[in-house]
């Protein structure tokens, strides 16, 4: 009886898990740039004396959703959007480069250029400062020019953009990395649209299903450990009776 308790509750916390995960996508399915996470779970036979008649859940980590999301024209000029499988490199707040889809870009009083969200953005070669009262325009290649009045305009940098041949690490702080921590080599062919912001890839309708799904789910598997407590209990006033 403690083995169908014990495999119940491995599928009760499977379902609250997925749970977990589905509601932290519906929170972000208007974030821009946010790639879905994802829940599997296997099951795994029990090992034992006998047959392996019993499962458990165990979760597995297949990472993120990696399809693009949608692509809205803002016309603003710091607003960018990564084509294909570029990313945008980063500073974290742990000071290692990182990399986003977020690409709603800012300029920070003292001239560095940020994401909307305080991040400092690198170009290939470290921060990129633009000069004061600046109007910045940004080409498709991450290239970025300056025009200070009715001066010419001036380059300043160059976004650094990043193509992962491997699926990047999400992180804590929402940033992704590679999976051995190294900085990943500028791709000079990685291409964005500029005067857009690519939206989050999240699907409210699916996420909904899964959402009514996990919770049918724990339900399920709470009956299960009600069924198992009744029949612990008949199974102890018999033995009790017939003593």
Known sequence: ??????????GAKAALQRQEVVS????????????AELTAFRAVPVRGDGASTRVYALETT???NDEAGPITATGRNLDVAMRGNAWLAVQGLDGTEAYTRFGALDVSPDGTLVTRTGLTVLGDGGPITVPANASVQIGEDGTITARVGSAAPQGVGRLKLVTPEQALIRGEDGLFRAEDGADLPADATARLQDSALEGSN??????????ISAARQFEQQMKMLQTAQDREQSATRLLSSSS
């Open 1 to 10: 009886m403690d083995r169908v308790i014990y495999l119940t509750m491995t």
């Open 24 to 35: 932290n996508n519906l929170a972000n399915a208007s974030t821009t740039g946010f790639r």
């Open 202 to 211: 999240v699907s409210p309708v699916e996420s909904m299903v899964a959402m």
């Open 62 to 64: 297949p990472g993120y």
